[in-house]
């Protein structure tokens, strides 16, 4: 803006100039004060103007000693090291050199980023690919210059320490040795599936010829990143480096390493470690009949897992199963490039994109618009209620070093919180994500109170007690009274109304809900849920630490249901509506398993509990009338005994392991009509009223941003990803279709399906969600 100003009087006054020998002498006086002042004030301008961003320098840095060559990797401009189309171009030329040094005998791969190695390659360069050749050949041209680190006429060491994914890891596996440092920051793993793709720069090519068939499908099918030390065990990484060696000498230690294997015997003892890591493995892997069956099993174990939404994991084993018995990886890699561009043109890798997009902008959000405050630390953490909930809580507090008091009416009811932590604990020891002495440590951030011992100095407290009203009340005017005045006190209600519970307490503006999802331990959402009081300050805080326990956060209004629960009570009404139509459990549910929900609508019930869903279900109805409304059918199944799963009987009943329908439901079920419907009618039945709550959920404001929606439905109820979110399922099938198709159902079944006011304005102007 200032410059366009700024230019016209420039412009004019230069124009003067040129024809100043018409012009009186006055006139020119006049302009060329102005000139002067424009002048002026574009010097000013130009010191406080942003200072325009130089042309990027390189992004790699040689440096020689000893023969040994260290290319160090550190991006301009860029916090990471991301491996953009100019960055490939540069190292391509940069080999190209190395390639005819004769002097150099070895070449060590380092980042000039500490505890930052490669975190891949660039997503928005992948995002617009629509044809499968361009795909195909953006793979190609890494995979070229990969190869000539992998042609380098001597050896190559790659010396890692922070993340070092995707192309960062294919970049490595180009090279003969990898050492990694052993800290929290080295991850590594393949996680292209993640985003729909499949690794294209080698990845599918070098990991199974370096660890073997089954433990590289391990890493290419799920995307899972892991520490040094589990990349060490599966034979990625050739050593170890401790944890607490200084990053600095990382450069002195690829040197020391480049001149130890000049000796023979020390190349020979990496070989011989890798032989030793899983030879049973190879065994089976070097039979071809062995590898075929692996390679069933795994495809088995995929389609089980993905049910056929998502083509990246088939592709990738299409790629490692092709590959793998080509003798020259050229060939290997030629499929693994035109297998990354059917996949890479995939609707499902384009939204798959647009959630990594959504969970980025989850990272860089306040939850408070503008805001640019302080930020409060939670340090030491109070839990209310040592029940399902509180006791995950107080593990997810432990597990992230966060001390943790825990209060319950009584030391047996707290002691049950703490076996609850415990369980979940000795979850990641069975699979060795924990030793049980890192488990002990853990466990020890908890501590147990029946009274409020230790309250005194908290700075946020959690309650998770049980969902009455009052009782809350009660409890928290008490612990007002208790606690420090900077601690702030939050509610993990599903239901009640947060600024009704602040007013229980002369800290309103300091009091917030915080609604985890059980299992605590897996559910990545929490709703910030800000009441009529709540401070900036309090949301901000509360957003902040909610990421740094690992959480993803979206705040959301204080209304009944907040907005999760809210939107899927909608959906769960709805399947309940079906069932007394006379549809069976296992069409319902596997109608909306085809659809791609985690587990059907009726499953679900009986998960959350029969008498949960029909104290949810009463206040949904309350507050939003008939659309929520549950015809009385869960009341009456509850008096009978059935609490779901928690009791072993529900909708199925549970056997170990295992459930099956209870054939006796149907008696409980009243019948209200008959539906004939195909399981397409009954997925539109349970799913468009989700997209119509959410359309109203935004006109209400409840969340901010449509983006909210789907953050808080794929990470709160497991939308289907493939299918981007709900909105943008929405916007997918087009908002003149849901309306449509809303109409239809309103005119079939009634009030309760006729679109939100907010469809029929999107209609009109044609607009989208996003
Ligand atoms: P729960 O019944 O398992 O646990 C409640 C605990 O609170 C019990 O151990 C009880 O002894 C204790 N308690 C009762 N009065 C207390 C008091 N005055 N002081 C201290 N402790 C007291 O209940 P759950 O399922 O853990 O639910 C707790 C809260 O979390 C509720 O507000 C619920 O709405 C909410 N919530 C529950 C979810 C679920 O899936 N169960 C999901 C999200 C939120």
Redesign the pocket.
């Known amino acids: 803006m200032e410059s366009t100003v700024l230019r016209e009087p420039f412009e004019t006054a230069g124009l003067a100039h040129r024809h100043h020998d018409n012009a009186i002498a006055e006139e020119i006086h006049e302009v060329e004060q102005i000139t002067a002042e424009v002048l002026k004030l574009e010097d000013e301008m130009e010191a406080i103007r942003p200072q325009h961003v130089q042309e990027p320098g390189p992004a790699f840095r040689l440096e020689v000693e000893d023969n040994i060559g260290i290319l160090i990797f550190d991006a301009p401009t860029e916090k990471v090291n991301i491996l953009s189309t100019p960055v490939m171009h540069e190292l391509n030329t940069r080999l190209d050199e190395l390639q005819s040094r004769a002097d150099l005998q070895a070449l060590i791969f380092l980042s000039g980023k500490e505890g930052n190695f490669i975190a891949g390659a660039k997503i928005e360069e992948i995002e617009n690919i629509s044809d499968p050749k361009d795909g195909a050949e953006k793979a190609a041209m890494g995979q070229a210059v990969f190869s000539k680190i992998d042609a380098l006429p001597f050896p190559t060491i790659a010396v890692i320490d922070g993340a070092c994914v995707g192309g960062g890891l294919e970049l490595v596996l180009a090279c003969d040795y990898r050492l990694a440092r052993d800290s929290d920051k080295t991850r590594l793993g393949l996680p292209e599936v993640r985003l729909g793709i499949i690794p294209g720069f080698g990845g599918t090519q070098r990991l199974p010829r370096l660890i073997g068939i089954q433990r590289a499908l391990d890493f290419i099918l799920t995307g899972k990143l892991v520490d040094a030390q589990r990349a060490y065990r599966a034979g990625i990484v050739d050593r170890l480096i401790a944890k607490e060696f200084p990053p600095q000498r990382l450069r002195r230690l690829g040197v020391e390493f480049a001149r130890e294997i000049r000796k023979p015997e020390a190349r020979q003892k990496i070989a011989d470690r890798r032989n030793r890591v899983n030879p049973q493995t190879l065994l089976l892997e070097r039979n071809f009949l062995g590898r075929k069956v692996l390679f069933d099993q795994a495809r088995r174990r995929t389609l089980a897992e993905t049910k056929g939404h998502y083509p990246a994991p088939e592709l990738a084993l299409e790629a490692v199963e092709k590959g793998f018995s080509k003798k020259d990886i050229a060939e290997g890699l030629k499929i693994e490039a035109e297998l990354l561009g059917k996949a890479i043109v995939t609707n499902v890798s384009k939204n798959l994109v647009k959630i990594f997009y959504l969970t980025e902008a989850v990272k860089k959000d306040t939850g408070v618009e503008n805001y640019s405050g302080p930020i409060q630390e939670f340090q030491k953490i109070g839990v209310?209620?040592?029940?399902?909930?509180?006791g995950g809580i107080a593990q997810l507090m432990a597990h992230n070093d966060l001390p943790a008091r825990m209060?319950?009416?009584n030391l047996a009811?707290v002691a049950?919180?703490m076996e609850a932590a415990a369980r979940v604990f000795s979850e990641s020891v069975k699979k060795r994500r924990l030793t049980p002495k890192e488990m002990q440590n853990k466990m020890a951030f908890i501590s147990g109170t029946a009274d409020y011992s230790g309250f005194h100095h908290v700075d946020l407290v959690i309650e998770?007690?049980?969902?009455i009203l009052d009782?809350k009340k009660k409890?928290f005017a008490e612990i007002d009274n208790l606690l420090p005045s900077h601690s702030v006190i939050v509610?993990?209600?599903?239901?009640?109304p947060i600024s009704e519970m602040a007013n229980a307490t002369k800290r309103p503006d300091k009091f917030a809900g915080l609604?985890?999802?059980?299992p605590v331990h897996r559910m990545p959402l929490v709703e910030v849920i800000r009441g009529e009081n709540t401070s900036d300050v309090t949301v901000a805080s509360l957003v902040a630490f909610a990421k740094k326990i690992g959480k993803t956060p979206i705040v959301v209004k204080d209304s009944p249901g907040f907005l999760v629960n809210r939107i899927l009570g909608a959906y769960m009404a709805e399947a309940g509506r079906l069932l007394m139509e006379g549809a069976t459990v296992e069409q319902i549910d596997n109608a909306l398993l085809e659809f791609g929900m985690p587990m059907g609508p009726i499953n679900l019930f009986d998960e959350?509990?029969l008498d949960?869903a029909a104290k949810v279900s009463h206040i949904l109805e309350n507050a939003f009338g008939a659309r929520m409304a549950g015809e009385g059918m869960m009341d009456k199944i509850v008096e009978s005994g059935r609490l779901g799963k928690k009791n072993g009987k529900g909708f199925y009943i549970y056997e170990g392991k295992n459930k099956k329908v209870d054939p006796a439901i149907y008696a409980f079920i009243p019948k209200t009509g008959k539906f004939d419907g195909s399981a397409a009618a009954m997925q539109d039945r349970c799913v468009l009223p989700m997209i119509n709550e959410a359309a109203m959920c935004l006109s209400e404001g409840l969340v901010r941003r449509p983006a909210d929606v789907d953050i808080g439905m794929i990470f709160g109820t497991g939308f289907p990803p493939f299918r981007g979110g709900l909105l943008r399922y929405a916007d997918a099938r087009g908002i003149d279709n849901i309306v449509g198709k809303l109409e239809t159902l309103a005119g079939k079944y009634g009030e309760r399906f006729k679109p939100a006011a907010r469809l029929m304005e999107m209609k009109q102007s044609g607009k989208k969600f996003y």
Request: aromatic share 6%; proline share 0%; hydrophobic share 50%.
């Open positions: 209310l209620g040592a029940g399902l909930m509180g209060k319950d009416v009811a049950k919180g998770a007690i049980v969902e009782v409890v509610s993990n209600t599903s239901s009640l609604h985890f999802f059980n959350v509990g949960v």
